[in-house]
C-alpha cells in the first residue's frame, strides 16, 4: 500500500508545528547543551501565560520574537550590519528597538492611552516585554491579555496598503498645537497603484478651547473611537455626536466609501506632511507632484510587497 508522504512535526504530540512547541524544543536543547536533563521543563511561567492565550499562532510567535529580540527591528537590523540608521523611522528620536516599537514610541503610546484606563496611565519607561508582561497580567487581568497581543502586533506590523482596483485611497492625519492654538493637518490620496494624486499641508490658526477638543477628538486623540462611530448604525449620542452623524450622512451620500482607522506605521506619510505642517504661512496643494519630506516614504509604499516594506 502506498502511503503518501507527510511532514510531521515530531516535538508536539499532535504532529504539528506550534510557537509552544518550538520553543520548548529550543529550550530543551540549551539545557541539554548545560548537561541538564530534557525531561525539566521549567518554562519560565510568563511564557506559559502567554501560550495560554486565546490568540492566532502568528500572534503567539510574534510575541515570542519580540520577546527574544528576534525582531527586525531598526536596531537589530544595524547591529547584522543590514542598515546603517537605528533611529525609529516614525519618531525620528530614539533607536529603534522591540519595546520602543510597541510601547515607548508616539505611535504605540497613542495606541495605549485610548485603550483602557490602566494602560493611560502606565510608565514608558518600561523596558523588558517579558517583565512588562507580567506586570500587566497582574493588573489587566487575563482576558484583555490576548487582545494586548493582537494590538503590540498590529502597532508594529501594519503597513500601508495599496486601495483595490479602481479605487482611491485617501490617508489624513493632524496635530495640534494647544499653546498656539492651531492645528496642522496633513492629507494623501493615492490610487491603485501607489502613485500619489493630491497632497494637502495645511493649519486652521486660532482653533479656541471646545473646536479644538472636538478636531483633536476627530483627527487624532480619539480617531480610532471616531472611526468606529462613524460606522456604527446607531445614532452616536456622544459629545462629538453631532460631528459623527454628520459624517456618516456625507459618507452615505456617496457611493462606495468606507472609513477605516489605521495604525501611524500604516500612517507614515501623511502623520509626516502634518508634522511638516508645523513650519508652514499657507496651505499647500500639490497635484500628482510628491514634496521632499515624504518621497521616500511614499516610493517605498509604492513599490514594497504586502509586509516587505517594513524591513527596508
Ligand atoms: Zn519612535
Not at 540549551?30 to 536533563?37: C, L, S, W, Y
Not at 516585554?129 to 497581543?149: P, T
Not at 480610532?224 to 448604525?233: H, R, T
Request: net charge neutral.
Amino acid at each position: 500500500m502506498e502511503v503518501e508522504d507527510k511532514l510531521v512535526w515530531s516535538y508536539d504530540e499532535k504532529g504539528q508545528f506550534s510557537v509552544k512547541s518550538a520553543y520548548i524544543l529550543e529550550f530543551d536543547s540549551k539545557r541539554a547543551k548545560r548537561g541538564e536533563t530534557s525531561r525539566v521543563r521549567e518554562v519560565d511561567r510568563r511564557w506559559k501565560d502567554m501560550w495560554k492565550l486565546k490568540v492566532p499562532e502568528k500572534v503567539k510567535l510574534f510575541m515570542w520574537k519580540a520577546g527574544n529580540e528576534i525582531l527586525p527591528t531598526r536596531r537589530n537590523l544595524q547591529l547584522r550590519k543590514i542598515v546603517e540608521d537605528s533611529i525609529c523611522p516614525i519618531c525620528k528620536e530614539i533607536e529603534e528597538t522591540v519595546m520602543h516599537v510597541i510601547w515607548q514610541c508616539p505611535a504605540a503610546s497613542d495606541v495605549w492611552a485610548e485603550f483602557n484606563k490602566i494602560l493611560q496611565k502606565w510608565s514608558l519607561n518600561e523596558d523588558d516585554l517579558l517583565s512588562l508582561w507580567k506586570k500587566l497580567v497582574d493588573k489587566v487581568g487575563k482576558a484583555e491579555m490576548g487582545e494586548i497581543a493582537s494590538v503590540m502586533r498590529e502597532i508594529r506590523n501594519q503597513v500601508w496598503k495599496k486601495p483595490r482596483e479602481s479605487f482611491i485611497k485617501a490617508n489624513w492625519d493632524a496635530t495640534v498645537d494647544q499653546k498656539e492654538k492651531k492645528m496642522r493637518i496633513g492629507v494623501m490620496i493615492r490610487d491603485e497603484e501607489g502613485e500619489v494624486l493630491v497632497v494637502v499641508e495645511g493649519h486652521q490658526r486660532n482653533v479656541d478651547q471646545p473646536a479644538v477638543a472636538k478636531s483633536y477628538a476627530l483627527w487624532k486623540g480619539d480617531a480610532q473611537l471616531i472611526v468606529k462611530a462613524v460606522n456604527n448604525q446607531e445614532e452616536d449620542r456622544s459629545v462629538y455626536g453631532s460631528i459623527v452623524e454628520a459624517s456618516k450622512k456625507l459618507i452615505s451620500s456617496w457611493k462606495d466609501w468606507s472609513v477605516e482607522f489605521v495604525y501611524r506605521n500604516a500612517n507614515e506619510a501623511a502623520h509626516t506632511l502634518a508634522k511638516e505642517a508645523l513650519h508652514l504661512d499657507t496651505e499647500i496643494v500639490w497635484i500628482e507632484e510628491t514634496p521632499n519630506c515624504i518621497r521616500n516614504i511614499t516610493e517605498r509604499e509604492r513599490t514594497c510587497k504586502e509586509g516587505s516594506c517594513l524591513y527596508q
